[in-house]
Nanobody
């Protein structure tokens, strides 16, 4: 198993940047493809970004594609989500997720992931 702990959330003003981190412990981090999801109040958990095991490939939800960057440091067992030009629609609890993967596989559906962090709140004030 792998345990995931997110950090870096907070209350920020529109237009600023924020970087979320997700630290993993347990089995070998490079075994896992990673993803970020978010859940706004009253809404379903939605895909944000995904990255393959080695960080060679990434994929984004359309609304964040030009503003957010997912990356990972396998030496530090950590995946990041750099968020730029934040707006009020980015307000949500952000979750990282992990799934054992092979090759360059990535996953965009929440039910593809077996392991989840507890989430970190991001609130963007306009």
């Amino acid at each position: 198993q792998v345990q995931l702990v997110e950090s870096g959330g907070g209350l920020v003003q529109a237009g600023v940047s924020l970087r979320l981190s997700c630290a993993a412990s347990g089995r070998t981090f490079i075994t896992y493809a990673m993803g970020w999801f978010r859940q706004a109040p009253g809404k379903d958990r939605m895909f944000v970004a995904a990255i393959d095991r080695r960080g060679s490939n990434t994929f984004y939800e359309d609304s964040v594609k030009c503003r957010f960057t997912i990356s990972r440091d396998n030496a530090k067992n950590t995946v990041y989500l750099q968020m730029n030009s934040l707006n009020s629609e980015d307000t949500a609890v952000y979750y990282c997720a992990a799934q054992v993967a092979y090759g360059q596989s990535m996953y965009t559906r929440s039910y593809d992931y077996d392991y989840w962090g507890q989430g970190t709140q991001v609130t963007v004030s306009s």
